[in-house]
């Protein structure tokens, strides 16, 4: 049972300081606005990998064939083999692509995107996973619109997995400790479409699949190093908090095609599931909070909503 925090004063927090939502985005002014003439001039994917280039080769065909796009790439790779001359090759073919390969070792997701983060020069960078394909659905130039004309901070797309997008809250439980509260699909039933695009709307969260303003993941801290993984719900808090607009759009589609040899992996299963369990702790002790859960859409509070 989850009380208001409203109705629990006993219920102290700093987490509970980013429950303020954003307010819904605004255009700018056409003054305000400085327009992406070249998408390639204005806009790097980041991909980080764990020695799988054949993914990010894929990747990198899927944006070049379905729209006709050489974006610049930067990929940072922190596994443990060694690539093989003919993969070498075969990335070699996209001179677009910016392949490093981590002397660190394990890096982690959050301290390899960073990484890969802290090297993109233009205005706009897209988070990508790398075994991530692209459809025609997936209109970056319109991503980018909306970024150059609003005060938007991050324009998500829409993945396989539709368990991500929505609100975020801190809640106290009964005996007055802090819990984080996702609530599934909550910002298409609350109509948070944005007044000027109402394909796209108002969230805390969305996938992994975004289009962000870079100096704003940056002014936020961008993910937190030591989460090498568990890593997502800690951005999209990080962004709450500081007041930036974060949109999700469905009609932005993009793919998950896993590897058939990765899902297979015992020895990569296992150190997954064994890191997911080590990073959670790490996430709840530095949003000082006990927990986090899921609620379906019933449990979400309409009278919480409002704009700030």
Not at 140 to 166: I, Y
Request: proline share 5%.
């Amino acid at each position: 049972d989850y009380k208001d925090e409203n109705e629990d004063k006993s219920c102290s927090s700093p987490a509970l300081g980013a429950n303020n939502r954003p307010p819904m985005a605004q255009l700018l002014s056409e003054t305000e606005i400085e327009r992406c003439r070249n998408l390639s001039d204005c806009v790097t994917v980041v991909v980080k990998t764990a020695r799988r280039p054949h993914l990010v080769i894929r990747l990198a065909e899927s944006i070049r064939s379905v729209l006709n796009l050489d974006l610049p790439m930067i990929v940072i790779d922190d596994g443990p083999e060694q690539h093989p001359p003919e993969i070498l090759a075969e990335i070699a073919k996209f001179p677009n692509i910016k392949y490093v390969v981590a002397e660190e070792g394990d890096l982690g997701i959050s301290e390899g995107r960073m990484k890969g983060v802290n090297m993109v020069t233009t205005k706009y960078f897209v988070n990508m996973d790398d075994d991530n394909v692209v459809t025609e659905s997936w209109d970056a130039a319109k991503m980018a619109e909306l970024l150059d004309t609003s005060n938007l901070s991050l324009v998500g797309g829409r993945t396989d997995s539709l368990s991500w997008p929505g609100f975020m809250e801190f809640r106290c439980n009964e005996v007055g400790e802090v819990v984080l509260m996702q609530y599934m699909k909550s910002c298409r039933i609350a109509n948070q479409g944005l007044p000027f695009y109402p394909d796209c709307l108002r969230c805390d969260l969305t996938s992994n699949s975004f289009m962000a303003r870079t100096r704003d993941i940056l002014e936020v801290g961008g993910w937190s190093k030591e989460l090498k993984v568990f890593e997502h719900h800690d951005i999209f808090l990080r962004l709450k908090a500081a007041g930036k607009r974060v949109v999700w759009c469905p009609k932005f589609h993009i793919l998950n095609v896993h590897s058939e040899h990765t899902v297979k992996d015992p020895a990569y299963q296992k150190l997954r599931y064994q890191r997911q369990s080590q990073m959670k702790t790490l996430f709840l002790n530095h949003w000082n909070i006990m927990g986090y859960h899921h609620a379906a859409q019933a449990a979400w509070s309409l009278s919480w909503l409002h704009d700030v």
